[in-house]
């Protein structure tokens, strides 16, 4: 999964470093109140709620606007409904794509989300064309430099995680999604510091990207559903080598390409 994982790394940090703070800060208020609105406003027994909170506090969301995401979540205040819907598509190169949204407007998202795949050469698919090709698993990531590898493993696989492995500067861990958060906790308590932890979609099966072209137009279609402010998460199975993100990258930043 070294290509897969490459990219959606290459994302979380253009996401840190690049992307407008309002649109960034809409995603995760839309996550708060998203997990609000489905286990509770107490993120003492809402393990998504508590994660989604820190990961706002860790960006810079004000206290006062993770307190109004939860209370419109629960109810409390009035304000967007938010729903969580699962789209499935294929890439071009027959990449199979899983987009997690939060919407307050079923129809136009979809609409929209099927005019990005059409736009950028691949189609949206009807419910479960695609999901069979990926797992419910928790994606837990921590910063290699901050961390040793052979005590990250023994930690994860104490709490009985699925897999550790190396990959762009950090060590993922894969497992079940009944298991994540005791995961997390454990990690927590070995003082080990999490870069990222979330509930996500791990291919079975990947499709490699070997050419520049076919790399660009898949990118291209990925980073446009990325920046849709409804889009909370995309999840693709390929691979491509670092080589040629990397080509395609260079060739972004010519004015023209």
Known sequence: MAGHSHWAKVRHQKGVTDARKGKLFSKLVREIALA????????????????????????GVSSESITRAIQRGTGEVAGEAYEEIL??????????????????????TAAEVRSLFTRHGGNLAGAGSVSWLFQRKG?????????SFD?????????????????????EILSP???FEGI????????????????GYVPQNLVSIKDE??????????????????????????????EILAQVEAAASVPGR
Do not use: C
């Not at 906790?185 to 509930?199: F, M, Q, R």
């Open 36 to 59: 609000a609105k489905l286990g509770g406003g107490d993120p003492g027994f809402n393990p998504r709620l508590r994660r989604a909170v820190e990961t706002a506090k860790a960006e």
């Open 87 to 108: 789209y499935e598509g294929y890439a071009p190169g027959g990449v199979a794509v899983l987009v997690e949204a939060a919407t307050d407007n079923r129809n136009r």
């Open 151 to 171: 005590r990250v493993f023994e930690v994860a696989l104490e709490a009985s995680a699925d897999d550790v492995q190396a990959s762009d500067g950090s060590i």
């Open 177 to 179: 999604p009944e298991r």
């Open 139 to 147: 994606i837990i990531r921590v910063d290699s430099t901050k961390a």
């Open 213 to 242: 072209e076919s790399a660009r137009a898949l990118l291209r279609l990925l980073d446009s559903l990325e920046e849709h402010e409804d889009v909370q998460h995309v999840f693709a199975n390929f691979e491509m080598s670092p």
């Open 184 to 199: 997390v906790k454990s990690l927590e308590t070995a003082k080990i510091p999490i870069e990222s932890a979330t509930l």
